[in-house]
């Protein structure tokens, strides 16, 4: 279709003002707004620079809408097995890789998503919302749509004058462009020609093509009535344009109606028998009834104008609708052998119960990679839905595969109801697929109790020639329980079977999962060395560039928290500078604890107790907003925790309380009273409330010994060595002291004696003094000398002498440097680099703290300076 834009007119009038980051194209169909958007994306730099993406009902399904935006902008993705188990982990992932790729442009990109109405009020409108947010500076986005409510914060950007918006009033066509329309049809109107016809079609540009596509004596110019020859749009189309068709036009214009948008050579394959198709889109082309649209140059979809569309299906349905079933079920077999099962389900379903068995049969093959692979499983559910409507009944097999799709996008109780449908549920087998979904259910809510007894019974139960994926699944739940419950030894024979079941189905996908798992049970135990070196390897099993972004972050807070506890808070900033953004999507409740902990901590440490607060803050609200009590409570007690530290007992003990009273029964009740017993047990040794100290702290050193918990060990003798210090219990204080620097000497502890503050240091030099040269405990010493050593060099502080060349900023920091010497607030990053407040304050104060300044002013001069910014 060389020529299919031939009968066009300049409208560069609509688009002289490109000042502003957003485009929006608001009108009916018909009235050239993706032609116009076309000729906006050309202004593209360079092509690689121009993003289209033509939107329909299947990207309302998000992971479909992002794999398609990542696909276009960075390349065809890496999958991964069994990534998409999920959702919520998967679109953050890849929405933070196409994030990263347009903030890290070295060049303007133009982006286009065509038809936004046709997503409203789903998933994907929400992450288009984010991205025109983001609009401004290199980033420059247009939207086509019709007039209805889309919901996707355009309110807001008229407000801060962002958008330019062209209407249907704009997009009508103007007397001097028909005439340079019809001149384009070898057509010489009169001014009064031109002026009648502006009145019949009101501009319309569809209409006004059709219009020329018939005699031009025809048109009754001098009637002085429009109505006579606009009518009903419909009427006008049928009666002045689609009457004149040949037959095989009406032909290839119906199959083009039955089918719907689809690939050129979709359409060449079915119309083959009826002769060239070519010139009839040609004709087509030229007239504005049909487009082709998409990147893929080789392969266009074909797409037709929504009127033609619709008036073709009904006028022509008594010439060729015997044909439709055959015609429909060829072109979706045609999408089935093309990689596009979905789209071929689709086009059967719209034909009600002609194919439903064949819909069946597809689904059944999609439903494998669909679910536990691309991660498509809005997309699986409403074609399974659809199906089901029509069938007027579930099939099981189909019933299955959408209740653990449901799981994936965490929507439980739908999946909850159709578990209830399911035969092995009814007839009660703890061995079916049934109870596995309960099982992970129940994890993925953090109820970590329940999903390890059912996962248990379900180990118990199941066969031997069950799926291996399934097998590693549940062991991992399994262990996760008994990690969670104390049972570590116990926790570390599940994972053992989980790596054997994951490592014969080669998925190294279920392979993070246990190395995360096991991580955080040497964690509980204390034991950092080795938990160190199981992240090691789970990174090893995560490259960067595999897909498994979720795991590395998990992977990396671990890290982040031993890390901290060894006193490498610049070794934290890296690694939280790469995991913080996506870790509150993860799936694992302890290691966002764990990663945030160590994020508030190391700025605590760093003297800033504000955006220690802010933090946890932002942790907290994870945990509300996901229904993770275990994550809420945890990090408002560790906002306590700092509050006292900071001394401002008032404030803790009211944080501590309103953990407390949000609290149940169970599981959830034993963790307040362990994190609210060192709390206050810190507060009653400040208070001058010994006794009281003790007595809260003696039964958590038991609990602690007999669970083999060393870091929590640690923290408390060192409680306890300062509550009997100043009871003057000294021999006592002493043994509990020395027992604590021993344990820290094992594992490498630092920070939790540091952070203790200056009673303690006071303590342990004591101590030390008290040790005669042979008596001595040559562990626990040295560990004490370290520990006074390493806080007394932190205090010191020299004035500091920053070298530029080895000032080393990574990406992100390097990023938010350009944008505050643009001056650009803290809200503004946010929304630029699609991260939220607290995140960009955390990059700023790492970028403060290598330029060795307080403020956006003088890290502006100490950038400058040294030749990391250009002096303007």
């Given at each position: 279709?060389?020529?299919?834009?031939?009968?066009?007119?300049?409208?560069?009038?609509?688009?002289?003002?490109?000042?502003?980051?957003?485009?929006?194209?608001?009108?009916?169909?018909?009235?050239?707004?993706?032609?116009?958007?076309?000729?906006?994306?050309?202004?593209?730099?360079?092509?690689?620079?121009?993003?289209?993406?033509?939107?329909?009902?299947?990207?309302?399904?998000?992971?479909?809408?992002?794999?398609?935006?990542?696909?276009?902008?960075?390349?065809?993705?890496?999958?991964?097995?069994?990534?998409?188990?999920?959702?919520?982990?998967?679109?953050?992932?890849?929405?933070?890789?196409?994030?990263?790729?347009?903030?890290?442009?070295?060049?303007?990109?133009?982006?286009?998503?065509?038809?936004?109405?046709?997503?409203?009020?789903?998933?994907?409108?929400?992450?288009?919302?984010?991205?025109?947010?983001?609009?401004?500076?290199?980033?420059?986005?247009?939207?086509?749509?019709?007039?209805?409510?889309?919901?996707?914060?355009?309110?807001?950007?008229?407000?801060?004058?962002?958008?330019?918006?062209?209407?249907?009033?704009?997009?009508?066509?103007?007397?001097?462009?028909?005439?340079?329309?019809?001149?384009?049809?070898?057509?010489?109107?009169?001014?009064?020609?031109?002026?009648?016809?502006?009145?019949?079609?009101?501009?319309?540009?569809?209409?006004?093509?059709?219009?020329?596509?018939?005699?031009?004596?025809?048109?009754?110019?001098?009637?002085?009535?429009?109505?006579?020859?606009?009518?009903?749009?419909?009427?006008?189309?049928?009666?002045?344009?689609?009457?004149?068709?040949?037959?095989?036009?009406?032909?290839?214009?119906?199959?083009?109606?039955?089918?719907?948008?689809?690939?050129?050579?979709?359409?060449?394959?079915?119309?083959?028998?009826?002769?060239?198709?070519?010139?009839?889109?040609?004709?087509?082309?030229?007239?504005?009834?049909?487009?082709?649209?998409?990147?893929?140059?080789?392969?266009?979809?074909?797409?037709?104008?929504?009127?033609?569309?619709?008036?073709?299906?009904?006028?022509?349905?008594?010439?060729?609708?015997?044909?439709?079933?055959?015609?429909?079920?060829?072109?979706?077999?045609?999408?089935?052998?093309?990689?596009?099962?979905?789209?071929?389900?689709?086009?059967?379903?719209?034909?009600?119960?002609?194919?439903?068995?064949?819909?069946?049969?597809?689904?059944?093959?999609?439903?494998?990679?669909?679910?536990?692979?691309?991660?498509?499983?809005?997309?699986?559910?409403?074609?399974?839905?659809?199906?089901?409507?029509?069938?007027?009944?579930?099939?099981?097999?189909?019933?299955?595969?959408?209740?653990?799709?449901?799981?994936?996008?965490?929507?439980?109780?739908?999946?909850?109801?159709?578990?209830?449908?399911?035969?092995?549920?009814?007839?009660?087998?703890?061995?079916?697929?049934?109870?596995?979904?309960?099982?992970?259910?129940?994890?993925?809510?953090?109820?970590?109790?329940?999903?390890?007894?059912?996962?248990?019974?379900?180990?118990?139960?199941?066969?031997?020639?069950?799926?291996?994926?399934?097998?590693?699944?549940?062991?991992?739940?399994?262990?996760?329980?008994?990690?969670?419950?104390?049972?570590?030894?116990?926790?570390?024979?599940?994972?053992?079977?989980?790596?054997?079941?994951?490592?014969?189905?080669?998925s190294e996908y279920g392979l993070s999962w246990v190395h995360i798992v096991g991580a955080l049970a040497l964690i509980k135990q204390g034991q950092h060395r080795d938990a160190l070196a199981e992240v090691g390897r789970?990174?090893?099993?995560?490259?960067?560039?595999?897909?498994?972004?979720?795991?590395?972050?998990?992977?990396?807070?671990?890290?982040?928290?031993?890390?901290?506890?060894?006193?490498?808070?610049?070794?934290?900033?890296?690694?939280?500078?790469?995991?913080?953004?996506?870790?509150?999507?993860?799936?694992?409740?302890?290691?966002?604890?764990?990663?945030?902990?160590?994020?508030?901590?190391?700025?605590?440490?760093?003297?800033?107790?504000?955006?220690?607060?802010?933090?946890?803050?932002?942790?907290?609200?994870?945990?509300?907003?996901?229904?993770?009590?275990?994550?809420?409570?945890?990090?408002?007690?560790?906002?306590?925790?700092?509050?006292?530290?900071?001394?401002?007992?008032?404030?803790?003990?009211?944080?501590?309380?309103?953990?407390?009273?949000?609290?149940?029964?169970?599981?959830?009740?034993?963790?307040?009273?362990?994190?609210?017993?060192?709390?206050?047990?810190?507060?009653?040794?400040?208070?001058?409330?010994?006794?009281?100290?003790?007595?809260?702290?003696?039964?958590?050193?038991?609990?602690?010994?007999?669970?083999?918990?060393?870091?929590?060990?640690?923290?408390?003798?060192?409680?306890?060595?300062?509550?009997?210090?100043?009871?003057?219990?000294?021999?006592?204080?002493?043994?509990?002291?020395?027992?604590?620097?021993?344990?820290?000497?094992?594992?490498?502890?630092?920070?939790?004696?540091?952070?203790?503050?200056?009673?303690?240091?006071?303590?342990?030099?004591?101590?030390?003094?008290?040790?005669?040269?042979?008596?001595?405990?040559?562990?626990?010493?040295?560990?004490?000398?370290?520990?006074?050593?390493?806080?007394?060099?932190?205090?010191?502080?020299?004035?500091?002498?920053?070298?530029?060349?080895?000032?080393?900023?990574?990406?992100?920091?390097?990023?938010?440097?350009?944008?505050?010497?643009?001056?650009?607030?803290?809200?503004?990053?946010?929304?630029?680099?699609?991260?939220?407040?607290?995140?960009?304050?955390?990059?700023?104060?790492?970028?403060?703290?290598?330029?060795?300044?307080?403020?956006?002013?003088?890290?502006?001069?100490?950038?400058?300076?040294?030749?990391?910014?250009?002096?303007?």
């Amino acid at each position: 279709m060389q020529e299919a834009h031939l009968f066009q007119v300049s409208r560069d009038r609509l688009l002289a003002d490109d000042s502003r980051p957003v485009v929006v194209i608001e009108g009916p169909s018909g009235y050239g707004k993706t032609l116009l958007a076309q000729a906006w994306l050309k202004r593209a730099d360079a092509p690689q620079c121009g993003i289209w993406i033509t939107l329909d009902a299947e990207l309302r399904d998000p992971s479909v809408f992002l794999e398609r935006l990542a696909d276009e902008l960075i390349g065809k993705q890496p999958q991964v097995e069994g990534g998409g188990l999920d959702e919520s982990s998967l679109l953050s992932n890849r929405f933070s890789r196409i994030t990263d790729q347009l903030s890290d442009s070295e060049h303007p990109i133009r982006l286009v998503f065509d038809d936004v109405h046709l997503v409203a009020g789903s998933e994907a409108a929400n992450y288009i919302r984010r991205l025109l947010m983001a609009a401004g500076g290199p980033l420059k986005i247009l939207i086509t749509t019709q007039p209805v409510a889309l919901d996707i914060g355009l309110a807001d950007l008229v407000a801060k004058s962002k958008v330019q918006w062209i209407s249907s009033d704009a997009l009508r066509l103007t007397k001097p462009e028909i005439a340079q329309l019809a001149q384009c049809h070898g057509h010489e109107l009169s001014e009064r020609q031109v002026e009648w016809l502006a009145q019949s079609t009101n501009g319309w540009p569809a209409i006004v093509q059709l219009a020329f596509a018939i005699p031009i004596d025809s048109l009754p110019f001098g009637s002085g009535s429009t109505v006579a020859i606009l009518g009903p749009v419909r009427d006008y189309i049928y009666e002045k344009f689609l009457n004149r068709l040949e037959t095989q036009e009406r032909k290839l214009l119906w199959m083009l109606s039955c089918v719907g948008p689809a690939q050129r050579s979709l359409f060449e394959s079915i119309f083959s028998a009826h002769g060239d198709m070519e010139p009839i889109l040609r004709h087509l082309g030229t007239l504005g009834v049909l487009q082709e649209v998409g990147s893929e140059r080789s392969d266009p979809k074909i797409v037709l104008h929504g009127l033609v569309r619709e008036t073709a299906l009904r006028l022509f349905s008594a010439e060729f609708d015997a044909e439709k079933s055959g015609t429909v079920l060829a072109a979706a077999t045609w999408l089935q052998n093309h990689g596009q099962g979905p789209a071929a389900v689709r086009l059967l379903l719209e034909l009600n119960a002609a194919h439903i068995d064949v819909a069946r049969e597809w689904l059944l093959l999609l439903g494998p990679e669909m679910v536990f692979g691309s991660g498509h499983h809005q997309t699986f559910v409403t074609l399974v839905n659809q199906w089901e409507h029509i069938a007027q009944r579930r099939d099981p097999a189909l019933n299955r595969f959408a209740t653990w799709a449901l799981i994936f996008r965490r929507r439980f109780v739908l999946a909850e109801e159709r578990i209830e449908d399911d035969a092995d549920s009814r007839s009660g087998n703890a061995g079916g697929e049934a109870a596995l979904q309960r099982s992970l259910i129940s994890a993925l809510r953090d109820d970590y109790e329940i999903g390890g007894l059912l996962a248990q019974q379900w180990l118990q139960r199941v066969s031997m020639t069950s799926s291996l994926f399934f097998q590693g699944t549940a062991w991992a739940i399994f262990g996760f329980q008994q990690k969670c419950l104390g049972d570590i030894v116990g926790a570390q024979a599940s994972l053992r079977h989980s790596a054997t079941a994951f490592g014969k189905s080669m998925s190294e996908y279920g392979l993070s999962w246990v190395h995360i798992v096991g991580a955080l049970a040497l964690i509980k135990q204390g034991q950092h060395r080795d938990a160190l070196a199981e992240v090691g390897r789970g990174l090893d099993h995560c490259p960067d560039n595999a897909g498994l972004d979720g795991q590395r972050s998990m992977l990396l807070a671990i890290e982040a928290f031993i890390r901290y506890e060894r006193n490498d808070l610049a070794v934290v900033r890296e690694v939280l500078a790469t995991a913080l953004t996506s870790l509150p999507d993860q799936g694992i409740v302890d290691t966002i604890i764990l990663g945030f902990s160590a994020a508030a901590r190391a700025r605590y440490a760093d003297g800033n107790l504000g955006a220690a607060l802010d933090l946890l803050s932002e942790g907290e609200r994870c945990g509300d907003q996901r229904n993770f009590p275990r994550l809420t409570i945890s990090l408002r007690s560790e906002r306590a925790l700092l509050l006292q530290r900071a001394g401002a007992p008032e404030q803790a003990v009211s944080v501590l309380q309103s953990a407390i009273s949000a609290t149940g029964s169970g599981a959830i009740q034993g963790l307040v009273t362990d994190r609210a017993g060192r709390v206050n047990a810190r507060i009653a040794i400040a208070d001058g409330r010994f006794d009281i100290a003790v007595d809260l702290l003696k039964p958590l050193i038991e609990h602690a010994r007999k669970g083999r918990q060393q870091y929590k060990l640690c923290e408390l003798l060192i409680l306890l060595s300062l509550a009997l210090s100043r009871q003057k219990h000294d021999v006592a204080a002493d043994a509990a002291l020395k027992e604590a620097l021993e344990l820290g000497s094992l594992e490498n502890y630092q920070r939790i004696f540091i952070d203790e503050g200056s009673d303690l240091l006071a303590l342990i030099g004591r101590w030390l003094k008290s040790q005669g040269a042979i008596t001595r405990n040559k562990m626990a010493a040295t560990w004490a000398e370290i520990v006074v050593g390493t806080s007394a060099r932190q205090d010191f502080k020299e004035p500091v002498i920053i070298d530029g060349s080895k000032v080393v900023l990574n990406k992100r920091e390097r990023q938010l440097l350009l944008l505050i010497d643009q001056g650009l607030s803290n809200s503004e990053i946010a929304a630029r680099c699609f991260l939220v407040e607290g995140t960009v304050k955390w990059h700023l104060h790492n970028l403060y703290g290598k330029l060795n300044v307080q403020s956006r002013t003088a890290a502006i001069h100490a950038a400058r300076a040294l030749g990391l910014l250009s002096h303007r």
